[in-house]
């Protein structure tokens, strides 16, 4: 069924379990993220990008909307790091259940401003709003503390920025950072950062960058003639912790980009011949899917649907 991110983030908050949301920018990353949650009884959030919004547009959105109302799991649709109002009320209009407002990049006031608009005009429509504070990026674990507080989200400011907005769901930085480079050996996060702030709100918080970057497909990518240096993501066991502490959503796009390269890639390896899509895609998704399997077991989501 197709819900809102309320729906689904205020029970896994309550339950202290984590819900994957995965970025999808076709009809494989759909079915992958929508099946895997249906045969593993999990909720999940598919999530599009504006860039994803300029690739598949109202026709990719509908793909998703049409899964979601099929599936027997409640399935939220979600606008990943929406840039304005403007990009909001669009995804809203096209029949997203939830949005994002990322204005992280303003100074509090006008990021609270901007937020409060949104969380105003969504809420009017029953949709729920993620909104993000503080900045992201892959912090080194010895740098000093003044120098993370510099930009990690500072508990006292997240409160208030939560009373001043009104958002259903708030975006911590924590120390991860978007793409498959996280940091050198273990990438850090900020546990007691996260502990910190869940103990003073209640409401979901989001760990953006969560890819979990699986060694064993990296090997796989590099073996199918990919290059790529020295990927890392964020380890299964920091980030069930985080999930634990009050981490509800979990963004996860960079490992499906991953897993479906290997598909693709050791696909065509195999057999030069080929040059039927469905040979070619198939096993994509089917990587996506263990992948997206392996993260929904992490975050403890399996069979809380
Ligand atoms: O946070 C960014 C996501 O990985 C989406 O990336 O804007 O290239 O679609 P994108
Ligand atoms: P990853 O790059 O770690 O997959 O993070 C994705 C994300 O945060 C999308 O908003
Ligand atoms: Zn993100």
């Not at 001043?164 to 930085?173: K, P, R, V």
């Not at 979901?204 to 979990?212: E, F, R």
């Given at each position: 069924?197709l819900v809102?991110?309320?729906d689904?983030?205020?029970?896994?908050r309550a339950?202290?379990?984590?819900?994957?949301?995965f970025?999808?920018?076709?009809?494989?990353i759909t079915?992958?993220?929508?099946?895997?949650?249906e045969?593993?009884?999990?909720?999940?959030?598919?999530?599009?990008?504006e860039?994803?919004i300029?690739?598949g547009g109202?026709?990719?959105?509908?793909?998703?909307?049409?899964?979601?109302?099929?599936?027997?799991?409640?399935?939220a649709?979600?606008?990943d790091?929406?840039?304005?109002?403007e990009s909001a009320?669009?995804?809203i209009?096209?029949?997203?259940?939830?949005?994002?407002i990322?204005?992280s990049?303003?100074?509090?006031?006008?990021n609270v401003?901007?937020?409060?608009r949104?969380v105003?005009a969504?809420h009017?429509?029953?949709i729920?709003?993620e909104?993000?504070l503080?900045?992201?990026?892959?912090?080194e674990e010895?740098?000093?503390?003044?120098?993370k507080d510099?930009f990690?989200?500072?508990?006292?400011?997240a409160?208030?920025f939560i009373e001043?907005?009104?958002?259903d769901?708030?975006?911590i930085?924590?120390g991860?950072?978007?793409?498959?480079f996280?940091?050198?050996g273990r990438p850090?996060?900020d546990?007691?950062?996260?502990?910190?702030?869940?103990?003073l709100?209640?409401?979901?918080?989001v760990?953006?960058?969560?890819?979990g970057v699986?060694?064993?497909i990296v090997?796989?990518?590099?073996?199918?003639?990919?290059?790529i240096?020295d990927?890392?993501?964020?380890?299964?066991e920091?980030?069930?912790r985080a999930?634990?502490?009050g981490?509800?959503?979990v963004?996860?796009d960079?490992?499906?980009?991953?897993a479906?390269t290997v598909g693709?890639?050791e696909a065509?390896?195999?057999?030069?011949?080929?040059f039927?899509?469905?040979?070619?895609?198939?096993?994509?998704?089917?990587v996506?899917s263990?992948?997206?399997e392996?993260k929904?077991?992490?975050l403890?989501?399996?069979g809380?649907?």
């Amino acid at each position: 069924m197709l819900v809102t991110g309320n729906d689904i983030l205020i029970p896994a908050r309550a339950g202290h379990y984590g819900v994957g949301s995965f970025n999808t920018n076709n009809m494989e990353i759909t079915q992958a993220i929508i099946h895997t949650a249906e045969r593993l009884r999990s909720p999940v959030m598919v999530q599009m990008s504006e860039g994803a919004i300029k690739y598949g547009g109202q026709d990719l959105a509908n793909i998703v909307i049409d899964l979601a109302k099929r599936a027997t799991v409640p399935v939220a649709l979600h606008l990943d790091h929406g840039s304005s109002y403007e990009s909001a009320l669009k995804a809203i209009k096209m029949g997203f259940t939830s949005v994002m407002i990322d204005a992280s990049h303003y100074g509090f006031e006008d990021n609270v401003k901007e937020t409060r608009r949104v969380v105003e005009a969504a809420h009017a429509m029953g949709i729920s709003v993620e909104s993000e504070l503080g900045r992201l990026g892959g912090i080194e674990e010895h740098i000093v503390v003044d120098e993370k507080d510099a930009f990690l989200t500072d508990p006292e400011e997240a409160v208030q920025f939560i009373e001043q907005t009104g958002t259903d769901y708030l975006a911590i930085a924590i120390g991860t950072s978007h793409g498959a480079f996280k940091g050198k050996g273990r990438p850090y996060i900020d546990h007691a950062r996260i502990e910190k702030i869940a103990s003073l709100t209640s409401i979901p918080l989001v760990a953006h960058g969560s890819s979990g970057v699986p060694q064993e497909i990296v090997e796989r990518f590099r073996k199918a003639g990919g290059e790529i240096g020295d990927a890392a993501g964020i380890a299964d066991e920091d980030l069930q912790r985080a999930t634990q502490f009050g981490i509800a959503k979990v963004n996860v796009d960079t490992d499906l980009r991953l897993a479906s390269t290997v598909g693709i890639r050791e696909a065509l390896s195999a057999n030069p011949k080929e040059f039927d899509p469905r040979k070619i895609f198939g096993p994509a998704r089917d990587v996506m899917s263990q992948v997206i399997e392996h993260k929904m077991r992490v975050l403890g989501s399996v069979g809380k649907a």
